[in-house]
């Protein structure tokens, strides 16, 4: 039997995914960089320094796996992009579904240390 295959609605994908992804990335960026460039303390700087990496880290995988979604359906998020009437499902392969996985609980990371006061 075939396993199951991940699909992703391409509005989600142009309206939510992709804003929440940059906005994530944004924030990262900004919050740890004035941590970092703010801070007295070499330890926390390192801490700091270390989670900027593994974010970078993160996103560029998601990005990488993304562009290959955004490349073979193109028309489609286009199409939806200017009518969501237009919505279809998308067909994920292993790699973009992992992104899509890996962005999800990315954005609700960031959420979690905005509440915590982390970032």
Partial sequence: MKPHAA??????????????????EKHIEQAISVVISTS?????????????????????????NLEHLLKRYCHELEAAMNDP???????????ESVAVDSARVLYQRVQAFQTEGIL
């Fill in 40 to 64: 007295q303390l070499p330890a926390e700087i390192e801490r700091y320094t270390k989670l900027q990496a593994e974010f970078q880290l993160e996103l560029a995988m998601i990005r990488m």
């Fill in 85 to 95: 009437r237009q919505d279809v499902l998308l067909t994920l392969d292993q790699h």
């Fill in 7 to 24: 699909t992703v609605s391409a509005v989600y994908v142009v309206k939510e995914l992709i804003p929440k992804l940059n906005a994530v």
